[in-house]
């Protein structure tokens, strides 16, 4: 059965890594810095030795396009992005690009002409550490954001996209929101310890998890933690405490699939010894279903509003943002599937944690995704890695997966 | 039985409360600023009026001494500051200074002569607003600080308590240790709720309490809320708050002596959609009896490191400061309690909460204190108020704790 080159996959991939390399091993490559510019600019070198078309559309999305023999025929698209965290690693985004140059590459070499054309996406500004959103790119492209407010984002210096985009060179032509394709798939890490803990190298991504995020204000009485009685106190902190605490108990009822999180927590006007009169926390809820994510927010707020009642306390609980679940397209899951089961890789079903191009991609054209493990879970990270074998086995699965979808000539 | 002046007494407050007077009918007076100077001034004018001898030590602290009829006998002292906190009220200090400068004019009026002198004391940054740490000049007066470490002490804008007092007039020659009084002995408001909530209109101030405070770092791993499955995670912050609430359960355990406060919680490198990786916060633990304090942080430290243990946290804790209870002088405090017996106020024991001057004074001579109510328990606040009935009752029992223990000539 055909095979990537696992070897060439792997120095593409340590090659790329060089630019913006950072000493203790990780990459900085900012979207549409000189450092994303050049990393780009090396990828399309690869990708016109490998005989593919460039194009740029007007958010600096990239596209190489190998052309098929169905004349018209929408593309089999796969990719990710090459732009990283600033303290970021190897593997996040740039993996999917590789892969996707790899599979190309395998086809050239194997001679293969497939019906419908393929091509290699980068999307700019996935990670969302230069300019706010993350997934600024494929969200233009799909419409999910019009284009003026993409190109108006601006980063902390007050550069915008569009700034940056002519600094930069990649001021595209092509139109914005794009052609849908006939299909996009994407490999990626992970990003968590799930098929690690598994002893899975693969993972056929079913789709992207419900998000909810929630502000909690809870509001007592301050006052010297010297001078009032235990009985007399209206303290936000134990109140506060005690929901962290049901939160926790609200997941395990949930589980193993709903997730819950408290990552920020204020105290107003915080001193050692004063009790906490006003404390806000934020939740951060998730679940691959909407209704179950719908049932986790009402326990939430059933769970609070009776504690803080209790305790003399008032409570004020807002949505800051709410993400529904995107389930991928059947067909597209099942190349992925009938893929690694043809080349007999032990895998698994696994919903995406983490936010990726493909999410956007899913509301546009069918979509699907393939995960492999990365070493401790970890990313977001300078000590980010994959291993040689785990690396070649997704590019494997998505050689198949794409060469279904687009047919040999 | 003979009493204050209650009108007099009120009408003193109330123009005092004119310097320094905020717009929200607070106090702004920081210590060793114009506004302190122009308070003492304001006071210094009304000790010359009732014949009193000014004197100014090495610190600022000021003194106004009224003679007895023996000769070399140590005076029976009283007082408090005139110092606020930035948004203070009308009551914290002043009142403690005002009702003894009362109690003088009241034994003027009497025509009584006492057999002890009788001195006033106006302690320097009592608030610890201005200057860290707060009790500076009763410190330096006690000898618990050495005079240089008081004098050196500055402010936010680097100007040390030494610029401050020649600035404002007040670096005095009296020597600092003082000569330890005969007694001393304190009014002020409780900056509580208790007597408030009890009915009762003087307390009798039997000693401070202990103090405690602990800083407790928790360690677990910073991780992505979305891709972490819950069986994975090493969550600081749901830790952390099991801990809150067993510290809850700890002052429970010692009710209704023992506190317990988390004033300061920080995550480290907090992010909405972010595991807590690392978590510092605070405990404030009180107690009058130290046995007890000790008692309360075994319990703390056990329940803490088994919470971390169980749920694969390391934990560090650490005293940040150590204070010991201070019982008052049993002559001096029954002193105050015959008083109130022979006013025929309702009255009870009571620990102070709070920091004051008489905590410093009390290592150093037969010390006592006299609490009245404060509306709401509020304190350290603009609208921070007292009834004219309390006021009157406080300086009352005051006036007849100094005659005891002066003697009439």
């Known amino acids: 059965m055909l095979k990537i080159n696992a ?26 810095t000189s450092e994303d510019a050049a990393g780009r600019a090396l990828f399309a070198a690869w990708c016109r030795d490998a005989g593919l078309t460039l194009s740029v559309d007007r958010v600096g999305n990239l596209f190489a396009r190998r052309a098929g023999s169905e004349t018209g025929a929408a593309a089999v698209a796969s990719g990710s992005h090459l732009d990283t965290q600033p303290e970021g690693g190897r593997f996040d985004g740039v993996y999917g690009v590789l892969a996707t140059l790899e599979v190309v590459r395998t086809l050239n070499d194997a001679g293969i002409v497939t019906r419908k054309p393929i091509e290699i996406a980068v999307w700019t500004n996935e990670e969302g550490a230069r300019f706010t959103p993350a997934m600024l790119g494929s969200a233009a492209f799909t419409g999910v954001m019009p284009l003026e407010t993409a190109l108006a984002a601006h980063d902390a210096d007050g550069v915008t996209v569009d700034d940056a985009l002519h600094a930069s060179g990649y001021q595209g032509e092509r139109a914005v929101p794009g052609e849908p394709f006939d299909a996009y798939f994407e490999a990626h890490i992970e990003q968590g310890p799930v098929l690690e803990e598994a002893g899975v190298p693969v993972g056929v991504v079913t789709g992207g998890q419900a998000i909810r995020w929630l502000d909690v204000r809870v509001t007592g009485r301050a006052a010297h933690a010297g001078t009032t009685p235990m009985q007399y106190r209206k303290d936000a902190l134990f109140g506060s405490a005690e929901m962290a605490s049901e939160l926790e108990a609200i997941a395990a009822d949930f589980f193993p699939q709903g997730l819950a999180t408290i990552g920020e927590w204020h105290i107003h006007n915080a001193s050692r010894n004063t009790i906490a009169g006003e ?21 939430v707020r059933t769970r609070f509003e ?87 086995r997704g590019a494997d699965v998505l050689l198949h997966a794409m060469l279904a979808r687009a047919g040999r000539a």
Chains 1, 2 share one sequence.
Request: hydrophobic share 45%; glycine share 6%.
């Open 7 to 32: 070897e060439r996959l792997w120095q593409s991939l340590m090659e790329m890594a060089k630019v913006g390399a950072t000493t203790k091993g990780g990459v900085r490559r900012l979207a549409l």
């Open 279 to 299: 404390l806000m926390f934020t939740v951060d809820l998730r679940n691959p279903s909407d209704a179950a994510i719908d049932e986790m927010e009402a326990s």
């Open 306 to 392: 009776a504690t803080a009642a209790r305790r003399g306390l008032t409570i004020d609980i807002t949505q800051h943002w709410v993400s529904p679940s995107t389930p991928f397209d059947p067909a597209c899951i099942e190349a992925v599937q009938s893929a690694v089961n043809e080349l007999g890789y032990v895998n698994q079903r696994i919903v995406s944690g983490a936010g990726h191009d493909a999410i956007h991609l899913a509301k546009h054209c069918p979509t699907a995704m393939i995960f492999i493990p990365c070493v401790d879970g970890l990313s977001h990270n300078e000590a980010e890695d994959a291993l040689p074998e785990d690396v070649a």
